[in-house]
């Protein structure tokens, strides 16, 4: 499987972004697609999932109610819409894919990275 993640930027606290993940190259059925968050000098940590099958979601606490992850099966490509951003939340976040038997949020059972994008939250 293939991960190719974009959207990031520069944006105020309180902004919004949408990242994208685009998938290829291998059964997505048997995988959830997801974003895990990298700050600099920290561990990556769990953000969000979805599955493809049957478009389950999974979120971190800090994401609930704020971030909505979501998945175009037609585009092979899932989406992870970012609002009321904090500066917290500055980070590079990679694109993942995790067989649906795993843990969603751990970084240890993931099959698949992406590179990052970069998100950077001003205050």
């Known amino acids: 499987v293939q991960l190719q993640a974009s959207g990031g930027g520069l944006v105020q606290a309180g902004g919004s972004l949408r990242l994208s993940c685009a998938a290829s190259?291998?059964?997505?059925?048997?995988?959830?697609t997801g974003w895990f968050r990298q700050a600099p000098g920290k561990e990556r940590l769990f953000v969000a999932a979805?599955?493809?099958?049957?478009?389950?979601?999974v979120y971190a606490n800090s994401a609930k109610g704020r971030f909505t992850i979501s998945r175009h099966s037609a585009k092979n490509t899932v989406y992870l819409q970012m609002n009321s951003l904090e500066p917290e939340d500055t980070g590079v976040y990679y694109c993942?894919?995790?067989?649906?038997?795993?843990?969603?949020?751990?970084?240890?059972?993931?099959?698949?990275w992406g590179q990052g994008t970069l998100v950077t939250v001003s205050s």
């Open positions: 190259g291998g059964a997505l059925s048997r995988y959830a």
């Open positions: 993942t894919a995790v067989g649906t038997e795993k843990r969603y949020h751990v970084a240890g059972d993931v099959d698949y």
């Open positions: 979805i599955t493809w099958r049957d478009a389950r979601t």
